[in-house]
């Protein structure tokens, strides 16, 4: 029995709330009569569900169903429909009394055709001759994908799953007996695991299914997700530094943590699918469908080793070989350089513009809390580097939060205060209570001019910055034509330590003129051209149940009137420039080719080339000679001298193009706020590529993230 008791409440002021929930009783595993008090327990704290309605039986049903074949390769259509007559309308009512004779049933259903598969997948193993010659695909869209309405549907589905492990498989191993073995081994552990799969799997994927349904961070956190999860927000991974999410049965990489293995290849970008994965020199393991946690685990190892992941992007194979490593925060911390800036068309005058780059608002919690006097944090960084370029006379200040994905609410707060003063920064409301006002009590200690760098990777706090910046007109927001748009606060109540955690929204953020940032995002005053706006889905309105846009009552705050009186001229100063600059048209072709790929975008192709089969291992890495060519000058030797300032700096703007732009308009903005006309400028030691394009993208950030260390 559960008795949802605090046992100790930490007033970490972070996005994430902890609590801890105990029981009296000890306990194994989750049972049913559990379910009935998680669901209560749900719906009164969460943010804005709390009826067990009509739509959220549906959509717990579909989530449920989802669970045990997200491929659509198990269940046929006449079993859905079957479940969803006779089940749908009394499950709901049997949860409430504490029974699952229903989830039992479904689960039933699913082992039955689950085992009738098994030979399906044993005659492609052993029987069928798998033909590389035709051109087909493997489709793993399954939002447009239906369940199969009959035994022949599921048999061509396997085909082609079975093919691509073949082929997978045949990049490692030269014999096809030795595939088949290895293929036959792996499904017959499959088979035994699903055998031996108890009621409490069943159980814990039902109350993870009815969470989703309320919104897509609320969860149930199983013992070791829960473990997962906390080494996550602790950024100490030993691993390849990035976030996962599962997408319908595909692995994505959500997001890249600066400073980590991944963002140093500059090979892996956000919304890339990871279709297989391979220790060192081994061969490739399938990842479709599997478990998020079973696919962690294959990706996490000892540091200094080997994992290579089978990419897909852009309907293109590829292949990124990574070197596992231990993430700490020193090596996203923030860092600084400054751009001296002349006019050509003047005899006379110059601008010194200052770069701020802030990967994340992060914060070492357990130095704070001990009382460490040098504890890492984002603030202090931030504010020791803006003290810095006041010592160098700055003339105004780019802070770039380009793949700020958030972090600490505390270093939000501090941070947008170092430009705004004194006054609210955001607000949190829960359902059903006042809005609580987060402010900042001190004094602005920069007072220049600053433009803030936004992609749809910023999120949270970097939305809650750039927010009340926007709000006290304080300064620009340059870049994607909007930011994420994640605007919600959830709470981790711990559960006994055998049955895990649940996560819960109960909070939104809100900006000081009462506008959310959930969904929406912060558009940009001045939206530049990038692919992330064209081609890829990344943004919260982009998860199924994301909850909506809202907004409350406007506080009084500071209206400082530096951006509507220069607006007009520099959005038409800036496209003036991107329309004529090679680069960006470069750009816009790029976005066009995109545009027509986007159907191939979940299509996995079951043919080899020629040159492929020949020599598979030269060929399925399909990186531009321009990535390999990037990559090697980060495998440096020991021995080789580090670059210089100059020159770090000059090569972290050589390929960026947003950011050359964005320098572009920060010395359009200081030079109408001083009564002056806008020129050309022309950036001191810098020498532009020529005839390259830099598709501007998330990877930008990414090619600059092997020098976020202190």
Not at 148 to 166: S, V
Not at 287 to 308: C, F, H, K, S
Not at 623 to 628: A, G, I, T, Y
Request: hydrophobic share 30%; aromatic share 10%; glycine share 6%.
């Amino acid at each position: 029995m559960f008795l949802f008791l605090l046992k100790r409440n930490y007033s970490f002021t972070f996005f994430l709330c902890f609590y801890l929930l105990f029981q009296s009783v000890d306990a194994s595993a989750l049972v049913c009569t559990d379910i009935r008090k998680l669901v209560i327990y749900y719906l009164k704290t969460h943010y804005s569900k709390s009826e067990f309605d009509d739509k959220l039986n549906e959509q717990t049903l579909d989530n449920f169903l989802k669970v045990w074949d997200p491929a659509k390769n198990i269940f046929l259509q006449s079993d859905i429909d079957t479940i969803k007559a006779n089940l749908l309308p009394i499950y709901r009512d049997q949860i409430s009394k504490g029974q699952c004779s229903s989830l039992d049933e479904i689960y039933s259903v699913y082992s039955t055709r689950f085992e009738e598969v098994q030979k399906i997948i044993k005659k492609h193993i052993n029987e069928t001759k798998h033909d590389f010659t035709v051109d087909e695909y493997l489709d793993l869209d399954r939002k447009k994908m239906t369940y199969a309405k009959d035994f022949k549907e599921i048999n061509e589905r396997w085909r082609k799953r079975i093919k691509f492990q073949f082929m997978q498989l045949s990049e490692a191993i030269d014999s096809d007996d030795k595939i088949r073995e290895k293929l036959n081994k792996r499904y017959d552990l499959s088979l035994k695991r699903h055998k031996g799969q108890d009621v409490k799997e069943v159980y814990g994927s039902f109350v993870s299914s009815f969470a989703k349904s309320l919104d897509p961070h609320t969860d149930y956190l199983k013992p070791q997700t829960l473990e997962d999860f906390r080494i996550k927000t602790k950024l100490s991974l030993e691993g390849i530094g990035a976030i996962l999410r599962s997408e319908d049965g595909i692995t994505t990489i959500q997001s890249i943590i600066p400073g980590g293995a991944a963002s140093k290849t500059k090979e892996v970008y956000p919304d890339d699918q990871i279709v297989s994965v391979a220790q060192g020199k081994g061969e490739f393991i399938d990842i479709i469908d599997m478990d998020l946690r079973e696919v962690v685990n294959y990706i996490r190892g000892p540091r200094g080793t080997e994992v290579r992941l089978a990419i897909r992007r852009d309907g293109k194979s590829h292949i990124v070989s990574i070197i596992r490593e231990k993430i700490e925060l020193e090596d996203s911390a923030a860092k600084s350089f400054t751009y001296d800036i002349k006019f050509p068309l003047s005899k006379k005058g110059s601008l010194k513009i200052g770069v701020i780059d802030l990967p994340s608002f992060y914060m070492d919690f357990e130095g704070r809390q001990n009382k460490k006097q040098d504890f890492v944090s984002s603030s202090r960084d931030v504010e020791e580097l803006i003290n810095k370029l006041k010592v160098e006379k700055v003339d105004g200040i780019i802070v770039d939060l380009r793949s700020n994905g958030g972090g600490s609410l505390d270093e939000a707060i501090k941070i947008s205060g170092f430009f705004n003063g004194k006054g609210p920064v955001v607000q949190t409301k829960g359902n059903h209570t006042a809005p609580d006002i987060k402010s900042y009590n001190k004094l602005a200690i920069y007072k220049g001019p600053v433009v803030f760098m936004i992609d749809r990777q910023s999120a949270s706090a970097s939305e809650i910055v750039t927010g009340a910046i926007k709000d006290y007109k304080r300064g620009l927001v340059v870049g994607d034509s909007h930011s994420f748009g994640k605007g919600t606060v959830q709470n981790l109540i711990d559960l006994d330590m055998s049955l895990g955690a649940i996560k819960v929204t109960t909070h939104k953020f809100y900006r000081p003129d009462g506008s959310s940032t959930q969904r929406e995002g912060v558009s940009a005053h001045i939206p530049l051209p990038s692919v992330t706006d064209h081609y890829y889905e990344i943004g919260e309105k982009y998860y199924q149940n994301s909850l909506p846009w809202e907004s409350i009552s406007k506080i009084s705050h500071t209206n400082y009137n530096l951006v509507d009186p220069y607006l007009e001229k520099l959005q038409d100063a800036s496209k003036d420039r991107v329309a004529k600059n090679e680069d960006y048209q470069e750009l816009f072709k790029s976005i066009k080719e995109f545009e027509k790929k986007k159907s191939e975008r979940w299509k996995v192709s079951l043919k080899k080339e020629k040159d492929e089969k020949e020599n598979p291992k030269e060929t399925t890495n399909t990186l531009s000679e321009k990535s390999k060519d990037e990559n090697s000058k980060d495998k440096k030797s020991k021995d080789e001298k580090p670059k210089d300032k100059l020159e770090e700096k000059f090569e972290y703007l050589q390929n960026d193009i947003a950011l050359l732009e964005t320098i572009n308009i920060t010395a359009d903005y200081v030079k109408l706020i001083q009564g002056e006309t806008i020129l050309p400028i022309v950036i001191s030691g810098f020498k532009p590529k020529l005839n390259k394009a830099k598709v501007v993208r998330s990877e930008n950030k990414e090619t600059k993230a092997k020098q976020h260390k202190k």
